[in-house]
Every structure is written in structure tokens, then in C-alpha cells.
């Protein structure tokens, strides 16, 4: 299996909401209070601001395997992992690990990836991303929501 990374182009917009659908849901099995009728907010934004937001396709063969939505935070210099899902028939064939890594590498500086504390499967998922392969620094917020987050710098 051919696993890669390709941009999000627009003519497939309505197919990336789709899957941010199943991601929503997904996500309201772990994150009380998860709204799965509300749209992705701030969704327009990766494909306007082509400079600073991009979504990606993650790939197995030719199907869609997952998405990844990254942004550029130039107001604190950093990017960030904003959405990473990976479809529940392509799990645990490392697609995930190999994209999310393939994309950290892409965008080289400062990063920072979040998880929220009651989401255990996508911690322990970030933390074998990272594990030997960045030095990254782990702290506990509480903003809006206790989040877990790691900080590394990408040369």
C-alpha cells in the first residue's frame, strides 16, 4: 500500500466536510459537549488563506484515508496540527504516523500539537509520532478545555 499526502483541492471541499462529519462524531464519543450538527468552525478558512491554513488528504493507494488540517500561527510563530483523523479502516497500519510525520517535516520551525485530556486514544497516538523522532516539551492547559499539548521545533 502507497500511503501519501495531498493538498485538499477545492472541487473536493464537499468531501472533506463529509469526512470532518465522521470526525465530529468521532470526536463527541470522547469529548463530552461535542456539538455533531454544528459545521467545522473556521472550515472556509482552508481554502481562502492558502498562506497560513492548509488541508491535506491523507492517502492509502488512491482512497481517502484521512485528513489533516494545519495551520500557520504567525501571531505566535508557530504551526499547529489543528484536525488529524485517520478513517476507521485504515488504523493501525501506521498511514497515521507516516502522515503525521511527513507533515511536521513539511513546515519546518516551531510547533504545537494539542489533544484534549479526556481523549486518551489521540494522546497515546501524538505520543508515538514523537517519541524519537522530535525533543518535545509537554504541559497540561486549561483554556476553554484541560488540553494536553506538546511543543517541538522542527529544522
Known sequence: MTAHETPVALDDKAALAAMMRDYISAMAEVIPGIRTDAPYPEFDLYFGDTR???AFWLKADQADAGFALVSRRTH????EM????VAAPFRRRGIGL???RRLILRFP???RITQRETNAPAIAFW????DGFVTYDETTT???AVRRQQTFVVG
Do not use: I
Open 142 to 144: 486549561s483554556t476553554d
Open 127 to 130: 505520543h508515538r509520532v514523537l
Open 109 to 111: 520551525g516551531a510547533w
Open 52 to 54: 497560513n491554513r492548509w
Open 98 to 100: 507516516a502522515a503525521a
Open 82 to 85: 489543528e484536525e488529524f483523523f
Open 76 to 79: 505566535v510563530g508557530r504551526t
